[in-house]
């Protein structure tokens, strides 16, 4: 189990972010992710294999005025 902005979501091995942000259903453009309070580059959402036990926030980041 890991959790993913404060709430529990179920992790199988190999789970990466590109998968977790499917599963999510978080297809924002402006995203950011940090894993146990490191962020994550985008460009490494692919190879980054999330861990049993791991904290994930992924952030929507918005903009506007």
Partial sequence: ????NGEEHPW???LN???LL???NYVYHAIIVR???KFVPPEEYQATVISD???V???HLITGG
Avoid: H, L, S, Y
């Fill in 1 to 4: 189990m890991i959790k993913v």
């Fill in 12 to 14: 199988r091995q190999g």
């Fill in 17 to 19: 972010i590109t998968e």
């Fill in 22 to 24: 499917k599963e999510k």
């Fill in 35 to 37: 894993i146990n309070e």
């Fill in 53 to 55: 036990g791991d904290n």
């Fill in 57 to 59: 926030e992924a952030i």
